[in-house]
């Protein structure tokens, strides 16, 4: 397998653990950096300056954040900027307009990428829908995610799990209206969206078919985009599919 950048994963978590052995599998090298939190007594800069020498210290190239999001997301994109680091970061993205606006000039000036792990936006079928319905303003959107298992990050369904669901809408079909999402955990595993134009769904994905190696999938599209392939997964798409799910939840509250 041909030799790829290194990767450190920083976490300990149930998603840090899953993920990897995945990225190892993939041939690249991958180091762990569990010590993640901002200590009580540590004020920001100390801790950016930290988290900076631990990445430099591991060797990679690459930094995925493997943690919940919160405000310490923000510090840790920073931190692997000065670091010298690309960066993938999870999903949701949090960060106001102004926060994403300074990471992403602070990528752009060190000539590094900020990438979030939307790992659906590579799924072949939607990647179909790009190329023939966007940018889909005569059509409605809808999406279930139905996860069996329970919560594991104390995040609302609608906001850990809709948010897959409007990224699609936001790469795919950017135009199309918001018609139906729900999203639930502990309920039978389904993961379906849909497009209708007048009042008929004209097109389907069920996003269990063909997702087995979305992850693997993600990872090609950063790798190639540090070669200067296109990659428009970054912090200012992330805030749109936030925006969006901001309105939903205004509309529907609770």
């Known amino acids: 397998m041909a030799e790829g950048p290194a990767y450190v994963v920083l976490g300990r978590g149930r998603w840090a653990q ?14 762990m950096i569990t010590k993640t939190r901002q200590r009580q007594s540590e004020t920001e800069s ?46 949701p993205w949090y960060g106001s307009a102004e926060d994403t606006e300074r990471l992403q000039a602070l990528a ?54 809709g948010c897959h669901l409007l990224s699609i809408r936001e790469f795919a079909v950017p135009g199309s209206e918001v018609a139906q999402v729900l999203c639930a955990y502990e309920s039978p595993d389904e993961r379906v969206v849909w497009l209708e134009r007048k009042g008929k769904r004209i ?35 992330a805030l749109r599919v936030e925006n969006q799910l901001n309105s939903l939840k205004a509309r529907s509250p609770g």
Request: aromatic fraction near 8%.
């Open 18 to 31: 899953k993920l990897q052995p995945i990225i190892a599998g993939e041939g690249r090298t991958v180091a």
């Open 46 to 91: 100390s801790y950016v300056s930290r988290l900076a020498e631990a990445m430099k210290t591991s060797r990679g190239q690459i930094a995925w954040l493997c943690v919940s999001p919160g405000p310490d997301v923000s510090l840790m994109i920073q931190a692997a900027l000065e670091a010298g680091l690309h960066v993938i970061a999870e999903k």
């Open 108 to 161: 752009r000036t060190r000539r590094r990428l900020i990438g979030v792990h939307f790992e659906y936006l590579v799924h072949g079928e939607v990647e179909k829908w790009k190329s023939s319905f966007c940018p889909g303003s005569e059509l409605r959107f809808g999406g279930h995610f139905f996860l069996s298992r329970a919560d594991h990050l104390g995040l609302p369904a609608i906001e850990n799990l």
């Open 203 to 237: 097109a389907t994905i069920d996003l269990l078919q063909g997702s087995e190696r979305i992850i693997q999938g993600f990872m090609k599209k950063v790798e190639a985009a540090l070669d200067g392939a296109a990659f428009p997964f970054d912090l200012d798409f």
